[in-house]
């Protein structure tokens, strides 16, 4: 590791190679904290290339604990994290939005490690307890349209980085790898990354590894469609900026999705969405973002249908259902 690091420091980069034999060495524990610690901080002085993000994703694919769903048509909606904004968790309430709506999903996921509550906290806040059994998930998934993948019990590379991540408290290549190693390698993906260089790197995997992906990343700096500012959204075969109003929907502030400050906090926000009961910006939010998975899914589905199919299934109490019946089914 300090020849590696030494090479870093001299501006030099990873062969895509040599970048999937380090992440194989960090999922073996090869490594101390500290040695970890310095080889992320590397990537937050500069950008990582397409080559080292990719060797990266190989060797965590690698040494996955591969899960066979037997379903092709579900979607994974996830965002990097790491933007500071912190949001409520917009991805997960999603996912069951989805999920109302007829639609599967098979949700990846991690605690926060750059922010409040990721999609573990929220959900093992509810008395959710994670599982690797595929028996398990596949009951899930076929009878509430949800399953959910805590990423450490899949990828030993990130439950060895998982206490530094955390002591760190700050965005790390990790960030960038978690949407993209889903155990089950899902066909298609909804996409939130916090900048612009990350959406191409991003659409260069997609494109190579032939996944139905779109990306998507609100120009503020948000991971997701936020509604706090214009977008972009990102397929394999197109890009547009776009605004709430496209969708029918107001713009709305920052402060209108913040979290809260404690896992609690971000748990009632949550329930608040799912409930109906939270502001119309919080769940036009969801309701944005579940839109574009669905799309992702149905190509031929207008921005207009997709949108009023997300309401529905958050407004009839549909999202909420499926959401009630996961909890029930995975504690």
């Given at each position: 590791m300090n020849r590696i690091l030494s090479n870093l420091f001299e501006h030099k980069s990873l062969s895509r190679e040599e970048a999937?034999?380090?992440?194989?060495?960090?999922?073996?524990?090869?490594?101390?904290?500290?040695?970890?610690?310095a080889f992320m901080t590397v990537f937050l002085m500069r950008s990582i290339t397409p080559d080292e993000l990719t060797g990266f994703r190989d060797a965590i694919l690698q040494r996955?604990?591969?899960?066979?769903?037997?379903?092709?048509?579900?979607?994974?909606?996830?965002?990097?994290?790491?933007?500071?904004?912190?949001?409520?968790?917009?991805?997960?309430?999603?996912?069951?939005?989805?999920?109302?709506?007829?639609?599967?999903?098979?949700?990846?996921?991690?605690?926060?490690?750059?922010?409040?509550?990721?999609?573990?906290?929220?959900?093992?806040?509810?008395?959710?307890?994670?599982?690797?059994?595929?028996?398990k998930l596949r009951r899930s998934l076929e009878e509430c349209g949800v399953c959910f993948?805590?990423?450490?019990?899949?990828?030993?590379?990130?439950?060895?980085?998982?206490?530094?991540?955390?002591?760190?408290?700050?965005?790390?290549?990790?960030?960038?790898?978690?949407?993209l190693v889903n155990p089950t390698l899902p066909k298609n993906q909804l996409l939130g990354v916090y900048n612009l260089k990350l959406m191409r790197l991003y659409r260069y995997i997609a494109q190579s590894e032939r996944i139905n992906c779109t990306i998507v990343h609100s120009l503020d700096g948000y991971d997701e469609i936020s509604l706090t500012s214009?977008?972009?959204?990102?397929?394999?075969?197109?890009?547009?900026?776009?605004?709430?109003?496209?969708?029918?929907?107001?713009?709305?502030?920052p402060e209108d999705l913040y979290g809260g400050a404690t896992v609690e906090e971000a748990s009632s926000v949550f329930d608040a969405v799912l409930a109906?009961?939270?502001s119309d910006s919080k769940k036009d939010c969801v309701i944005a973002n579940a839109a574009f998975a669905l799309t992702t899914l149905d190509p031929t589905l207008s921005l207009e249908d997709a949108v009023r199919e997300a309401r529905e299934s958050l407004e009839s109490g549909a999202a909420l259902d499926r959401f009630r019946l996961f909890v029930e089914l995975n504690s």
């Open positions: 999937r034999d380090i992440m194989l060495n960090i999922a073996d524990g090869m490594y101390n904290d500290n040695q970890l610690s996955r604990v591969a899960v066979d769903l037997g379903v092709d048509d579900a979607i994974d909606i996830v965002g990097t994290g790491g933007d500071g904004k912190n949001t409520f968790n917009i991805s997960t309430a999603s996912c069951f939005v989805v999920a109302g709506a007829g639609r599967k999903v098979v949700k990846h996921g991690n605690y926060g490690a750059s922010s409040v509550s990721g999609a573990s906290n929220v959900l093992e806040q509810h008395g959710v307890r994670f599982t690797a059994d595929s028996e993948l805590h990423a450490p019990y899949f990828s030993p590379a990130l439950k060895s980085v998982g206490p530094v991540r955390r002591s760190l408290r700050m965005r790390t290549f990790f960030n960038m790898l978690g949407p214009p977008f972009k959204v990102a397929t394999n075969s197109s890009e547009r900026v776009m605004n709430a109003g496209d969708l029918g929907l107001a713009a709305v502030k109906g009961d939270a």
